[in-house]
C-alpha cells in the first residue's frame, strides 16, 4: 500500500496525526490586523485600512459587504474586515468608528439667561434631559440635579454660587454629555 500525497497552494501548515485520541491541528499564516479604532465628526468620511494582511482583504458592516472601503457613517458604527487565502481558513478583524455628533447635539441645546443670578433654565429639541450638573474650573461637581420629569426642560438653581465662569455639564437621555460656559453674576 502507497502513501498518497497532495499539493497544497497555499502557506497553511495541516499536521496529520495517526493514532486513537489523535488531535491535528490547523496552523495558518492567514493573517490580517486592521487600523485602530478611530473617531470622526458627523458628516466626514473615513478610508478603511489594513495594517497587515496575506490575503484578499473584504471590508463588511451588518454582515454586507462594502463595494468601497470609504465610508461615511452617520453614528457609530463596527466594520469587519476578512482575509481570505486559498486554501486556508478566513482570518477576520473590526474596527469601529466612532461618530461624533457633539456639534449637531450643541445646536439643540439652549441655556438662559446666560449670564444669570439664580435660575438657569436648559432647553433640547430633541432628547429628555437626565442630570445637570454645575463644575468649577478644578472639575468639582458643585451642584447636581437629576430628571424632574420636564422632559426637554430642567431648571437649576445657581444662587448659592460665588459670580464666577462654570461649566455646565447635561448628561442626556441617550447618554451623550454636552458641556456649556455658563457665568454667574
Do not use: H
Not at 2 to 19: D, R, W
Not at 35 to 44: H, P, Q, R, T
Not at 47 to 58: H, R
Not at 79 to 97: A, E, N, T, W
Request: proline share 3%; aromatic share 4%; net charge neutral.
Amino acid at each position: 500500500m502507497g502513501l498518497k500525497t497532495f499539493s497544497q497552494e497555499c502557506p497553511c501548515v495541516k499536521a496529520a496525526v495517526i493514532g486513537k485520541n489523535a488531535k491535528a491541528e490547523v496552523i495558518s499564516n492567514n493573517e490580517i490586523i486592521a487600523m485602530e479604532n478611530v473617531e470622526i465628526k458627523a458628516g466626514e468620511t473615513i478610508d478603511l485600512q489594513v495594517l497587515k494582511s496575506t490575503g484578499v482583504v473584504s471590508w463588511y458592516v451588518n454582515g454586507k459587504k462594502l463595494s468601497s472601503n470609504l465610508v461615511s457613517p452617520t453614528e457609530t458604527t463596527e466594520y469587519q474586515v476578512k482575509s481570505s487565502l486559498q486554501g486556508c481558513p478566513d482570518v477576520f478583524d473590526k474596527v469601529i468608528v466612532n461618530v461624533n455628533n457633539t456639534d449637531d447635539i450643541n445646536n439643540t441645546i439652549s441655556v438662559f439667561p446666560n449670564p444669570t443670578n439664580d435660575l438657569l433654565s436648559v432647553s433640547t429639541r430633541e432628547k429628555t434631559i437626565k442630570t445637570l450638573s454645575v463644575i468649577d474650573v478644578n472639575g468639582k461637581i458643585l451642584l447636581e440635579k437629576e430628571y424632574s420629569g420636564n422632559g426637554n426642560n430642567e431648571t437649576i438653581n445657581i444662587a448659592s454660587l460665588k459670580s464666577g465662569y462654570y461649566i455646565l455639564s447635561i448628561r442626556l437621555s441617550d447618554n451623550s454629555v454636552v458641556s456649556k460656559k455658563i457665568i454667574k453674576t
